[in-house]
């Protein structure tokens, strides 16, 4: 089906340079114009036939076909959209981080070792959090809480494991340090990092009513800026973190309380997504700076907790972008540790644990997202007239002024005249607007307009392919013609930070790979809210505002992903227009590259949805029962038609909240 679009004509918001591949491009992946060689990082592969093929350990030999998993998916009545976590990816991924500092450890033979903490509220699923206390628990991480509930789950987690270590961050009053001491009772591994000197009061004031000896952190507020989106988390703007002078003055109460040799760690954070390692390095050295010079005054610090920032690819272009990153987690690792290394040699200071908070590079790739494309709008040529003499309304009346200019524009459009063409055609449609308006022309004549209009509009983007380089006016074309793929989800609920910060995930089909994609198009949800879309994608120069894609086919379903979507995304999602929680299946896959569900957690049914908005599911049906009986009684429907309307309402009470093929 096609569409009008009204919107005003103007350069494209970001670029979109690349041209689609013709219709004798190799297959992907030469051609691979999604990327996913780059960002998939050996995860994410597309098979000889043309699908996604996942590889939780990067093995060939154990991958499992994306499509097929959806298949087996539906087979057992789990319909799209759905969640899928990977738990052998992850384990990977976890056992990576862990390998890159082992390794930059014994090559630069630091003598401190490593302990990996994640961050709770960047994922805080409860199948996730037990998969990472699971597989962290074997590499010797710790965990992470920024809040009461964070804590009080995290306790429960971890009851059989008293060694792990627990990082306390974020604000805490009076009964979120009582709990953290109340832990250390037990004898767990807790500290709880002081954020402000109150704070300090506070654990001092817990500790010895309870009767333990804390363990104690800092956080100091770094000078050196972070970069990117979160540049803000240090500096001297940042919401959290001692300044110098305050870092000072905790030392010399901790000494008043004879309790100096209870500091045992030193926190800092400069951001989430670091893309530029010169200023990871920066930051490492100026807290490895404080370090030292805490030591020497007798603080008897273990631990140096550089907090998160390990940025993730998204994007696949190993750039200083905020999409993606400069350096590999290898150079990440080596980079911490020979910083740290080195200024504690020159101060002659004992080598500290190293500590990280890279929750987002833990548990992003792990994430997958699948959903169905439900239908599309498209731009398609109109059969125009032959000559201006058709262009007579059905009245007899004449067409006015800008109609013909607008025809005549199109007469002349050729490649030699294409520039021109298209500025007269661009003014020819603004009049004509303007005209239709101030109600001097029929709406008959305004169709014409844009009939003729969009059709000069796709033919002048096929001439520009032929020029080189394109004008910058005709560059927007590419983005002014994209379709509109409507997409079986939530963006507000599965996707928040497209929405909400401009983020940008890999997004691309999961079949139909050795077909080259002939579409541009942008993605749009179910939601009745203009800013339910997808608009922005990956390029490896950027971002494009559009997205190759397929023909869809009738009676086929067309099935999209977006990628390294575990961070962050499952617990900032909203209930916009009522659209809950997917489903999330949990997959594991054998050393034979045989697959299978290992847990499935249900998507929300329509009835919980509205309780969480205090509705009561059983009074609806009740009101409606009512209404269906009046119904009867006055004759406007008969008892089996109140019957069949009640079950069918009954019915969506109890469905999925999505849209759901029969």
Sequence with gaps: MSQTHEESISSPRERSRDVLPSENTPASPAGDPYAIESWGDGFFVVGDQGTIKVRPDRKPAREVDLQELVAGLRERGYATPILLHFRDLLETTLGDIRSAFEGAIADH????????????????????????????????????????????????????QPERLIVCNGFKEDRYVEFAMLAAKLGRFIVPVVENLDELDLVLEHADR?????????????????????????????????????????????????????????????????????????????????YTELVKLGVGIRYLDVGGGLGIDYDGSQANFQFSRNYSLEEYAGSVVHRIQSICDEAGVVHPTIVTESGRAMVAQQSVLVFDVLGANTFEPHSLPSSSSELVGPDGAEPPRPLVDLFDAWTRLESETL??????????????????????????????????????????????????????????????????????????????????????????????????????????????????????????????????LHELRDGEPYTLAAFLVGAYQETLGDLHNLFGDTHVAHVRTGDDGRWWIDEIVEGDSVSEVLGYMQYDPSS??????????????????????????????????????????D
Excluded at 269 to 289: N, P, W, Y
Excluded at 419 to 426: K, N, R, T, V
Excluded at 433 to 457: C, D, P, Q
Excluded at 516 to 525: E, G, H, S
Aim: proline residues 4%; negative net charge; contains cysteine.
């Design 109 to 160: 033979d630091y003598q401190g070792s490593y302990v990996g903490v994640y961050p709770v509220k960047v994922n805080q699923q409860r199948s996730v959090v037990e998969d990472v206390a699971r597989i962290g628990g074997e590499l010797g991480f710790g965990l992470e809480v920024g809040s009461k509930p964070e804590l009080l789950a995290v306790l429960a987690l971890t009851a059989d």
């Design 620 to 661: 609806l049906s009740k009101t409606i029962r009512s209404e269906c009986e009046k119904s009867v009684r006055d004759g406007r429907m008969t008892v089996v038609e109140s019957r069949n309307l009640l079950a069918a309402y009954e019915s969506g009470l109890s469905g999925y909240t999505y849209l759901e093929r």
């Design 210 to 290: 309870i009767g333990v000896h804390p363990e104690i952190g800092l956080r100091v507020n770094l000078d050196t800026q972070g970069v990117g989106r979160w540049a803000g988390s240090s500096g001297i703007r940042a919401k959290f973190g001692l300044t110098f002078s305050e870092t000072l003055r905790a030392v010399e109460k901790l000494a008043e309380k004879g309790a100096l040799d209870r500091l045992r760690l030193l926190h800092c954070h400069m951001g989430s997504q670091m893309h530029d390692i010169r200023q990871i390095t920066r930051g490492v050295g100026e807290l490895a700076r404080i």
């Design 419 to 548: 520039l021109e063409c298209w500025h007269d055609a661009e003014n020819a449609r603004a009049e004509a607007i303007e005209t239709f308006s101030l109600g001097y022309m029929s709406l008959h004549h305004r169709a014409e307009v844009e009939r003729i209009f969009w059709t000069l509009a796709l033919k002048a983007q096929e001439l520009a392919k032929q020029i080189d380089p394109v004008p910058e006016e005709l560059c927007a074309l590419d983005e002014l013609l994209t379709d509109i793929y409507f997409c079986n989800l939530s963006v507000f609920q599965s996707l928040p930070d497209c929405w909400a910060i401009d983020q940008i995930f890999p997004i691309m089909p999961i079949h139909r790979l050795l077909e080259p994609p002939t579409r541009r198009a942008t993605l749009a949800d179910l939601t009745c809210d203009s800013d339910g879309k997808v608009d922005r994608f990956i390029d490896r120069e950027g971002v494009r505002g559009w997205l190759p």
